[in-house]
């Protein structure tokens, strides 16, 4: 058999330079290292990359076009898909999605699909590339999304390319959902979002910022003027660790901690005006992505040290492993198998200590990962800045004031295959119906949704 060459690696920045700003810290292969990544590609008949990916790229085909320089074809093959490829080549976890079902990662390294999408992506924004996908006529049907995260973007741009006249609303003052307030700058530079969704706005989508859909209006009132409504509002909402003292001062939940950051600009206080502390000793808990953001967050801010603990096992984090190791060159640093039990302040109602329980490992519980059980052993834990970060609740303002939308018992919003909730004519996706999922995962999910809305509307005219 021949020799599996390696793969290309994507060129990153260096810990020591990339620790004191928030600028991109992997630079994306040039034309000649994506040529030479292609090259590995078997372009395997059968395609097993592409049932990896839930919104149906045709990976191998856009590979190939990589290898024959033909970038622009490439583009408008992945487009076809993945109406937001600049963003998916940099956040997807492919490890776990088109990369994992490669040939070759049975044989060596999988084909680097992510870092080859994001070439594509940047090199037709480096280009003027647009793609014509305005429909030629309407189908003379409104539909409302709400929500403008992966979920609703992919629902907007599916049923806008199709004929239909869709109006997105958003409860923030900025479209992209986590994409904008969740996921730092350094890994996905805010500008490219922007750039991003003002395809949408080429597709004629209306965007109506601003707007709480539960509060500023009802859905009752959406359906009134429009012929379907998809519920894509995210998981939102914090998880609190219900222990004593998490209300001093410096301690925060990922979600403001990040959006102060990401969203509001406030490591650039005071040119832009919203404030965040500046810890010298930080403390996230939680193991997942978001702690990992969290984590990298504050030591770009200037933090001496930075702890992250979790109450499992290295083993056991949810967190990518490559946002792992990205941490550890930065310097983050983990203190396992340990748990909050409370917390202490100064005079000044500060947070100066946690006290943690010590945990150890015992059976798998539901999640299918060892289950953390107290040891009864105490200690504590000095730090002048906390970031919580256990995870998020799907956001429950829909489902409260729309009581025919059904949710699970983790509030969750009931669906059936295709997206169609317990309410006629209203259909959702994405993290409000999986709880806390993937972008590309969300993204399947709007693609479902608007094909169901679409099935409903057009094809079966069923409403
Ligand atoms: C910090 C962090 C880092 C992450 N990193 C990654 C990563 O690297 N890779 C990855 O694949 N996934 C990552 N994820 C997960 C991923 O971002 C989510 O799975 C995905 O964004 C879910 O998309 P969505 O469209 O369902 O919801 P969201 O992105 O949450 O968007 C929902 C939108 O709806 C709006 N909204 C909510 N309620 C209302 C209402 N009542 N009216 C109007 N608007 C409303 C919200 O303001 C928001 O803009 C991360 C998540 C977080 C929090």
Redesign the pocket.
Known sequence: MPKIKPRVPLPKRPPEERIKDFNEVALGYDEKLAIEEASRCLQCPNKPCVKGCPVGVDIPRFIKLIRERRFEEAYKVIKDKCPIPAITGR???QERQCEKYCTLAKLGQPIAIGALERFVADWAREHGIAVEHAPKTSVGKKVAV???????IVVAADLARLGYEVTM????HVP????VY??PEY?LPKKIVYDEINYLRELGVNIEIG????RTITVYDLLDEYDAVFV?????HPRFLNVPGENLNYIYT?NEF?TRINLMRAYLFPEYDTPIHRGKRVAVIGGG??AM?AARSALRLGAEEVHVLYRRTRAEMPA?KEEIENAEEEGVKFVFLVQPKGFIGNDLGNVSEIMLKKMRLGEPDASGRPRPIPTGETITFQADMVINAIG?YP?P??PQTTPEIKTDKKGRIIVDSEGRTSMPRVYAG???VIG???????MGWGRKAALAIHKDLTINKKI
């Open positions: 956040v997807c976890p709400v929500g403008s995260g992966p979920a609703g609303f958003e409860a923030l992209g959902g986590v994409l969740g996921i890994r707007v709480s859909v539960g894509g509002t995210g998981a939102g990922a990040l992505n978001t953001d990518r998020f956001n303002l829909i994405g993290d409000i806390e999922g993937t972008v590309i995962e969300a």
